[in-house]
């Protein structure tokens, strides 16, 4: 240890955000604070300063924010992101000669104790401070400095000058800096904008968007979608792989191996004659017609999102002028997929294992950057589980230094770590298994884990009600009211969620087989000709629901989930609220499709700013009901054949100074 490092006495540790040490950037979205803790402490009882610095990328200069004492010597400080980008952030705190002190000049000064010396100390503290202050401050110090020491200044005016603010205010700026201890770490924090907070997605494939049965949709018929998109209140339509589908091995109807001659093929088999990952299905339209959809779109308030899959077929041009990228076996033939017993012959995977992967890594970057030129900046990427982590940190970290606004959402249905893994390097937005997620206490648990813990720092959750590849076995046994269910849950425990139509809408229940949660005639090997006017269909309280989400800023992000106690499994009850309290949701549903539920909620008042002293009313936005509710406790009864949820914008009354009548807190929705 240097001689210099010895003199300083101050330990900074327990730095939070700070994911795994410091390796991997926090997540925050533009306007945020952020908020930073650590513990700051030293040897003895002097006292303490310290200072949250932070900066831009780009930026040189430091800015810096005091941080304040709670207990236990944990120190907290924040400050707000203003553009998107990645921002930097440490801590430097150290003895507080100055402040400690002014601490002592004021127990003496109490006592009645001579403090003649004492004031001697205090000028010498500021002329010190003084030398390393700019011009304009280092004249305010040396006067005062001058007020202390001179004996023609009474002592009581000399302390009087000691102990004010503005002297400890201007002395705090530069008391602490000689022998202050820096943190050896310079922090992260990834900013987004919003839609990387609160987006709601609607998947549709284009070629079932013809009006006439038989016909193949183009790009035309999906902007003739849009106001129905748009209808149900979504902000992202997300399109399945729009490039030209292989021949070689093609898929049939319901997966099955060999494809009659009418059989358009899975759109994730991407590559044939007509082109590869750069290229459109020719059957969809031109790439003007895609640059026409994406304008119409932007009209109606909705971002188009492409789907990325780094994998071809056996006749993607990557195949021929690119064979070092795949791998061979024994006999030159090119490796396909497989999931034994399960052979995907049909699809050749990338061998990111090449020698020559540097080129393979600027390719797949390629891609990506030309259908941002089209005008696309969401993707949603399958399968980034099958693929190197290192890959996606370059690949994301090099986009988002181009293109901030960009946003990935990993479509990555695997292990937990894994799943967290990839959203720690760079994954903006990533599915969950809230599709798999049924009792009261899986939900409770895993949004608990969600939210309410350090992995709230680096992974934005999606939930998803259905896939073109899940429809899990609540949905096909449940009828209707499981899909309102899901709907409501989806929306409300997650800012960020999607579901797959026309399917979902109307609520397409039937599986391939028992035990399956592969649809019948699944969309992803044929076209279908949905009627998304048909009786039935639960497009209306799908709008009514995003319109609420809209309306109500606690659904707006994931952080404030609270969870409530209901004395019934199959009642499930949670919370949302604004920082500030001025707009509160509470939803109760039935988890339970089939019977009617009732129980008593636990309402956990405090955090919702509501008085067990006073009653308050619960305005059921899905039914418009009105209650009054009184403390903590309430009745509440669902009946699924009905309405299986509530969602209540909680309404509390205040007493005006004025007048000794009582009023509800905020409009109304």
């Given at each position: 240890?240097?001689?210099?490092?010895?003199?300083?006495?101050?330990?900074?540790?327990?730095?939070?955000?700070?994911?795994?040490?410091?390796?991997?950037?926090?997540?925050?979205?533009?306007?945020?604070?952020?908020?930073?803790?650590?513990?700051?402490?030293?040897?003895?009882?002097?006292?303490?300063?310290?200072?949250?610095?932070?900066?831009?990328?780009?930026?040189?200069?430091?800015?810096?924010?005091?941080?304040?004492?709670?207990?236990?010597?944990?120190?907290?400080?924040?400050?707000?992101?203003?553009?998107?980008?990645?921002?930097?952030?440490?801590?430097?705190?150290?003895?507080?000669?100055?402040?400690?002190?002014?601490?002592d000049l004021g127990k003496k000064i109490a006592a009645e104790q001579n403090v003649s010396v004492d004031l001697l100390v205090g000028a010498s503290l500021l002329?010190?401070?003084?030398?390393?202050?700019?011009?304009?401050?280092?004249?305010?110090?040396?006067?005062?400095?001058?007020?202390?020491?001179?004996?023609?200044?009474?002592?009581?005016?000399?302390?009087?000058?000691?102990?004010?603010?503005?002297?400890?205010?201007?002395?705090?700026?530069?008391?602490?800096?000689?022998?202050?201890?820096?943190?050896?770490?310079?922090?992260?924090?990834?900013?987004?904008?919003?839609?990387?907070?609160?987006?709601?997605?609607?998947?549709?494939?284009?070629?079932?968007?013809?009006?006439?049965?038989?016909?193949?949709?183009?790009?035309?018929?999906?902007?003739?979608?849009?106001?129905?998109?748009?209808?149900?209140?979504?902000?992202?339509?997300?399109?399945?792989?729009?490039?030209?589908?292989?021949?070689?091995?093609?898929?049939?109807?319901?997966?099955?191996?060999?494809?009659?001659?009418?059989?358009?093929?899975?759109?994730?088999?991407?590559?044939?004659?007509?082109?590869?990952?750069?290229?459109?299905?020719?059957?969809?339209?031109?790439?003007?017609?895609?640059?026409?959809?994406?304008?119409?779109?932007?009209q109606y308030g909705i971002e188009v999102a492409l789907d990325l899959a780094f994998h071809c077929t056996p006749d993607h041009p990557y195949v021929v002028a690119?064979?070092?990228?795949?791998?061979?076996?024994?006999?030159?033939?090119?490796?396909?997929?497989?999931?034994?017993?399960?052979?995907?012959?049909?699809?050749?995977?990338?061998?990111?294992?090449?020698?020559?992967?540097?080129?393979?890594?600027?390719?797949?970057?390629?891609?990506?950057?030309?259908?941002?030129?089209?005008?696309?900046?969401?993707?949603?990427?399958?399968?980034?589980?099958?693929?190197?982590?290192?890959?996606?940190?370059?690949?994301?970290?090099?986009?988002?230094?181009?293109?901030?606004?960009?946003?990935?959402?990993?479509?990555?249905?695997?292990?937990?770590?894994?799943?967290?893994?990839?959203?720690?390097?760079?994954?903006?937005?990533?599915?969950?298994?809230?599709?798999?997620?049924?009792?009261?206490?899986?939900?409770?648990?895993?949004?608990?884990?969600?939210?309410?813990?350090?992995?709230?720092?680096?992974?934005?959750?999606?939930?998803?009600?259905?896939?073109?590849?899940?429809?899990?076995?609540?949905?096909?046994?449940?009828?209707?009211?499981?899909?309102?269910?899901?709907?409501?849950?989806?929306?409300?425990?997650?800012?960020?969620?999607?579901?797959?139509?026309?399917?979902?809408?109307?609520?397409?229940?039937?599986?391939?087989?028992?035990?399956?949660?592969?649809?019948?005639?699944?969309?992803?090997?044929?076209?279908?000709?949905?009627?998304?006017?048909?009786?039935?269909?639960?497009?209306?309280?799908?709008?009514?629901?995003?319109?609420?989400?809209?309306?109500?800023?606690?659904?707006?992000?994931?952080?404030?989930?609270?969870?409530?106690?209901?004395?019934?499994?199959?009642?499930?009850?949670?919370?949302?609220?604004?920082?500030?309290?001025?707009?509160?949701?509470?939803?109760?549903?039935?988890?339970?499709?089939?019977?009617?539920?009732?129980?008593?909620?636990?309402?956990?008042?405090?955090?919702?700013?509501?008085?067990?002293?006073?009653?308050?009313?619960?305005?059921?936005?899905?039914?418009?009901?009105?209650?009054?509710?009184?403390?903590a406790t309430n009745y509440i009864e669902l009946n699924p054949h009905v309405v299986p949820a509530h969602i209540f914008r909680v309404l509390r009354r205040v007493?005006?100074?004025?007048?000794?009548?009582?009023?509800?807190?905020?409009?109304?929705?």
């Amino acid at each position: 240890m240097e001689a210099a490092e010895g003199s300083k006495r101050v330990v900074i540790e327990a730095v939070q955000p700070e994911i795994d040490g410091g390796r991997f950037p926090a997540k925050r979205i533009v306007g945020e604070t952020v908020v930073v803790e650590a513990d700051v402490f030293a040897d003895g009882q002097d006292a303490l300063s310290a200072v949250l610095l932070y900066r831009r990328h780009d930026d040189s200069q430091w800015s810096e924010v005091p941080m304040e004492p709670l207990v236990n010597d944990r120190w907290r400080g924040a400050f707000r992101v203003l553009e998107t980008g990645r921002y930097f952030y440490t801590i430097s705190a150290g003895v507080d000669r100055f402040k400690s002190w002014r601490r002592d000049l004021g127990k003496k000064i109490a006592a009645e104790q001579n403090v003649s010396v004492d004031l001697l100390v205090g000028a010498s503290l500021l002329e010190e401070a003084s030398r390393q202050a700019s011009s304009a401050d280092a004249g305010m110090l040396q006067t005062w400095a001058t007020a202390l020491s001179s004996r023609s200044n009474p002592e009581t005016a000399a302390a009087e000058v000691a102990l004010s603010d503005e002297v400890a205010d201007l002395v705090g700026r530069y008391s602490a800096r000689a022998l202050a201890t820096s943190y050896p770490k310079e922090l992260e924090i990834v900013v987004d904008r919003e839609k990387a907070r609160f987006s709601a997605w609607y998947e549709m494939f284009p070629r079932s968007c013809a009006r006439k049965p038989g016909r193949h949709g183009t790009f035309a018929d999906c902007e003739r979608r849009l106001p129905y998109v748009a209808s149900m209140g979504f902000d992202v339509l997300y399109l399945p792989p729009i490039h030209p589908i292989g021949r070689t091995y093609r898929k049939g109807s319901n997966n099955v191996e060999t494809a009659g001659p009418n059989d358009p093929g899975s759109p994730w088999a991407i590559g044939a004659e007509e082109g590869g990952h750069k290229a459109i299905h020719p059957q969809l339209g031109t790439l003007d017609d895609l640059r026409q959809l994406i304008s119409s779109a932007r009209q109606y308030g909705i971002e188009v999102a492409l789907d990325l899959a780094f994998h071809c077929t056996p006749d993607h041009p990557y195949v021929v002028a690119h064979p070092e990228w795949f791998r061979h076996r024994p006999d030159g033939s090119v490796q396909y997929a497989e999931n034994p017993p399960k052979k995907y012959q049909d699809i050749y995977p990338l061998d990111f294992e090449t020698e020559n992967w540097q080129e393979l890594w600027e390719e797949m970057k390629s891609i990506v950057i030309y259908w941002i030129e089209q005008g696309i900046r969401i993707f949603r990427v399958d399968n980034p589980h099958t693929k190197p982590f290192e890959f996606w940190e370059w690949l994301i970290h090099n986009i988002k230094r181009m293109y901030p606004e960009v946003i990935f959402l990993s479509e990555a249905f695997t292990r937990p770590k894994v799943m967290y893994r990839l959203a720690k390097l760079g994954f903006t937005q990533s599915y969950t298994y809230f599709a798999w997620r049924n009792t009261k206490w899986e939900l409770t648990q895993y949004f608990t884990e969600l939210t309410q813990t350090d992995v709230r720092e680096f992974f934005r959750p999606s939930l998803w009600t259905n896939t073109p590849d899940i429809l899990t076995e609540y949905l096909q046994v449940g009828g209707r009211p499981a899909f309102i269910t899901r709907l409501v849950m989806a929306a409300t425990l997650g800012a960020n969620y999607g579901i797959y139509g026309p399917a979902f809408e109307l609520c397409e229940n039937r599986p391939r087989e028992p035990g399956s949660e592969e649809y019948l005639n699944s969309e992803k090997y044929e076209i279908k000709n949905w009627d998304v006017d048909a009786p039935g269909s639960l497009k209306d309280l799908i709008a009514r629901v995003n319109r609420i989400r809209r309306d109500n800023p606690a659904l707006h992000s994931d952080w404030s989930l609270r969870f409530h106690e209901v004395d019934n499994e199959q009642l499930i009850c949670y919370s949302k609220q604004t920082e500030d309290l001025s707009n509160v949701v509470l939803v109760a549903v039935n988890l339970d499709p089939h019977h009617t539920q009732s129980g008593w909620v636990n309402v956990d008042l405090e955090p919702l700013g509501l008085d067990s002293r006073e009653p308050y009313q619960v305005h059921d936005l899905l039914g418009d009901g009105r209650y009054l509710w009184h403390g903590a406790t309430n009745y509440i009864e669902l009946n699924p054949h009905v309405v299986p949820a509530h969602i209540f914008r909680v309404l509390r009354r205040v007493r005006t100074e004025r007048d000794s009548d009582y009023h509800m807190q905020g409009p109304l929705p």
